[in-house]
């Protein structure tokens, strides 16, 4: 009998969800999902493994605070009516933050749980969802082992200096520490980019995923160094609702002079800064690229500037690179963006063949260039499916020795 595997990777602003099947070698997706929370409207979108669309839905009036539950439940519903025969011995499920002590995937416990939880502060647009999406699949399957694959566990071996904020070191000890994150993205596309090109792969590498959340990373020999985001997923490059980089003195000001309760900084730095604050009209790069006025260019202005200095930085850090990789919604579509990113960027090796940027394909840097620029859509969902397996594996060969 055949076994499946269903992975469950809640976003800030999306869900994503794939059913695998198990038969030895890679899972084979059998349909990969979204749903999506766009301006007034909710919207699911189901395609086989082929890409050919198989379902559809939308629906209005659900408020955003309720968007998680809501869309877990139509996914679990859809999943038992489109596939009543699936053996599903195993959820999937990305968590963005997996603290000191994850540093690889596990079968979630009633111990996992408390720790995870305890997480939820350092993560507030992610870790309640990830933790939602675990009880729900573990309230609609009691009998499936449930394994959480995390975001920063690929980030865990950074040495010292990327490691930590220069505060007085009990804090470091407590945990404050420059965790990193969009790991499972990271992973995928490292290990996908040797398939396509092993010596680019072995060498120094910056990954930018451009999403609506948005870090980019230094990655040397397929491990990562170097990473934008900090001890939480506000910091580095600015995002669809995130402020990124801030001197903490703005925080400072915002609770001394402005009386900002933490609540209402928090909502700010996470719901109400980044693209949506600086254009004043949405966190959406479709939306912006569309629009004429002159904050939403600027916004897109601020988000280029900020992965180019990124990009030097952390050039830097690897002492020189070889390949650049674009990779997330913005990474993998907004061919302005990227032009933006790498115009005006020989000195650092990169030549950009503009029609192959215009077209999005796999390869967009000239025949000249020094430094090989890919596109690699990312695929958070395969790698959760195959960590999922990983842990199942461990566990029958525990189980049998
Ligand atoms: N064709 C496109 N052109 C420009 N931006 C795009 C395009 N398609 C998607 N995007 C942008 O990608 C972002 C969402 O990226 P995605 O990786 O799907 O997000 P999430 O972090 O929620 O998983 C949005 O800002 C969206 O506007
Ligand atoms: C960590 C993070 O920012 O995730 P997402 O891109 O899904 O918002
Ligand atoms: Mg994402």
């Not at 600027?298 to 830097?316: D, N, W």
């Amino acid at each position: 009998m055949s076994r499946h595997v269903v992975t469950l990777n809640a976003g800030s602003s999306s869900i994503k969800f794939a059913l695998f099947e198990l038969n030895g070698g890679e899972p084979v997706a059998l349909a990969i999902g979204l749903v999506e929370m766009l301006a007034d409207t909710r919207r699911l979108k189901v395609s086989n493994g082929a890409g050919a669309t198989i379902h559809e839905d939308a629906w209005r009036d659900v408020a955003d605070a309720s968007f998680h539950t809501d869309a877990l439940r139509r996914i679990l519903a859809w999943r038992s009516g489109a596939f009543p025969t699936a053996n599903v011995v195993a959820a999937g499920h990305r968590v963005v933050h997996g603290g000191v002590r994850y540093d690889a995937p596990v079968l979630v416990t009633d111990e996992v749980l408390r720790e995870l939880e305890a997480l939820i502060p350092l993560a507030p647009l992610h870790q309640p969802h990830n933790i939602a999406g675990i009880l729900a699949a573990r309230e609609a399957w009691p009998h499936v082992r449930q394994v959480a694959c995390f975001d920063t566990a690929f980030h865990r071996a950074h040495p010292f200096v990327n490691d930590v904020f220069a505060l007085p070191r009990k804090f470091y000890d407590e945990g404050v520490r420059r965790y990193g994150f969009h790991g499972l993205s990271y992973q995928y596309v490292i290990e996908k980019l040797r398939t396509i090109a092993p010596l680019y792969a072995a060498g120094r590498v910056v990954v930018a995923h451009l999403g609506n959340g948005a870090s980019m990373c230094a990655i040397r020999d397929g491990h990562s160094i170097g990473s934008s985001m900090g001890f939480t997923a506000l910091d580095g490059l600015p995002m669809g609702t995130r402020c990124g980089q801030l001197d903490p003195g703005v925080v400072l000001y915002l609770m001394q002079e402005k009386k900002l309760s933490a609540e209402a900084i928090a909502d700010l730095l996470y719901r109400e800064s980044g693209l949506k604050g600086l254009s004043g009209l949405s966190h959406d790069m479709r939306v912006l690229e569309a629009s004429d006025t002159t904050e939403a260019r600027q916004a897109i202005e601020y988000f280029v500037f900020r992965i180019r200095r990124e990009l030097g930085g952390l050039a830097a850090v690897l002492e020189g690179i070889d390949a650049v990789v674009f990779c997330g919604g913005i990474g993998e579509h907004a061919w302005r963006v990227r032009e933006g990113v790498l115009e005006g960027m020989e000195w650092i090796g990169v030549e950009l063949d503009r029609s192959a940027n215009l077209e999005s394909r796999q390869v967009i840097s000239s025949e000249r260039s020094r430094v090989r620029v890919f596109v690699i859509p990312t695929n958070e969902e395969a790698m959760i499916a195959r960590q999922t397996t990983d842990v199942l594996d461990r566990e029958s060969a525990a189980a049998a020795a």
